[in-house]
T-cell receptor
Framework: DSGVTQTPKHLITATGQRVTLRCSPRSGDLSVYWYQQSLDQGLQFLIQ???????AKGNILERFSAQQFPDLHSELNLSSLELGDSALYFC??????????FGQGTRLTVV | AQSVSQHNHHVILSEAASLELGCNYSYGGTVNLFWYVQYPGQHLQLLLK??????LVKGIKGFEAEFIKSKFSFNLRKPSVQWSDTAEYFC????????????FGTGTQLKVEL
C-alpha cells in the first residue's frame, strides 16, 4: 500500500459527460501529480499541484482541470468526455524533493 | 524537453535467466532517475532511484541499475529473474526545475516463463 488513495477505482460514463476523480496523498506530502496511462500514449504527465498551487503542467487538455484543496486532497475534472479519454488515471504524491508514490488508479471507460 | 527511451518493448525470459533492460534519457541538466514496476492490475511501485553518488544503485527484489552519465543511460539489471518478476517496467526521469514531474519511457513488458 503506497498510502495514496484514489476513488473511484472504476468509472464508466457516456460521451459528453463530466466526471471527477479524487486523490488523497500520503500523509505530509505536499505535491500531487496526475498522470494518464493509455495504450497508445503510454504514461503522460498531466498536471502537478504543490500545497494548493499549480506547479507544472503537461499534456493536459483544456477539457480537463484539476485543483488541490486545503486538506491537500486533489480532484481531476474531466468534461465533454470522448471515447479517446478512456484510460487509467493515476495520482501520485511526493514530499518536496522525494520520490513519487502512486495510487491504484482510476480506470475510466467512456462509452 | 526531457525524454526517455526504452528500447525493449517486450522481453521474454526463462526463470533464472539474467535481465538487462535499456533506458536512455535526453536532458541537458542534472537529472534524477527512477525505475518503476507495474504488476498486472496494480499501481506503479518504485524499484530504485538515483539522485547522486555511487552510480551503481541497488533496489528492491534484487534489482540494480547503473547510471552512465557519458551514455545518458540508466539500465536495469537482475542476475536471475523469477516468474514473479513478470510485470511492466518503466524508466523515468525528473530534471531540476521541472517541478519533480516524472517523464516516463514507454515501458518494457517482461514475461518470465517457468
Amino acid at each position: 500500500d503506497s498510502g495514496v488513495t484514489q476513488t473511484p477505482k472504476h468509472l464508466i460514463t457516456a460521451t459528453g459527460q463530466r466526471v471527477t476523480l479524487r486523490c488523497s496523498p500520503r500523509s505530509g506530502d505536499l505535491s500531487v501529480y496526475w498522470y494518464q496511462q493509455s495504450l497508445d500514449q503510454g504514461l503522460q504527465f498531466l498536471i502537478q499541484y504543490y500545497n494548493g498551487e499549480e506547479r507544472a503542467k503537461g499534456n493536459i487538455l483544456e477539457r480537463f482541470s484539476a485543483q488541490q484543496f486545503p486538506d491537500l486532497h486533489s480532484e481531476l475534472n474531466l468534461s465533454s468526455l470522448e471515447l479517446g479519454d478512456s484510460a487509467l488515471y493515476f495520482c501520485a504524491s511526493s514530499a518536496d524533493m522525494g520520490e513519487a508514490f502512486f495510487g491504484q488508479g482510476t480506470r475510466l471507460t467512456v462509452v | 524537453a526531457q525524454s526517455v527511451s526504452q528500447h525493449n518493448h517486450h522481453v521474454i525470459l526463462s526463470e533464472a535467466a539474467s535481465l538487462e533492460l535499456g533506458c536512455n534519457y535526453s536532458y541537458g541538466g542534472t537529472v534524477n532517475l527512477f525505475w518503476y514496476v507495474q504488476y498486472p492490475g496494480q499501481h506503479l511501485q518504485l524499484l530504485l532511484k538515483y539522485f547522486s553518488g555511487d552510480p551503481l544503485v541497488k533496489g528492491i527484489k534484487g534489482f540494480e541499475a547503473e547510471f552512465i552519465k557519458s551514455k545518458f543511460s540508466f539500465n536495469l539489471r537482475k542476475p536471475s529473474v523469477q516468474w514473479s518478476d513478470t510485470a511492466e517496467y518503466f524508466c523515468a526521469v525528473t530534471g531540476s526545475g521541472g517541478g519533480n514531474k516524472l517523464t516516463f519511457g514507454t515501458g518494457t513488458q517482461l514475461k518470465v516463463e517457468l
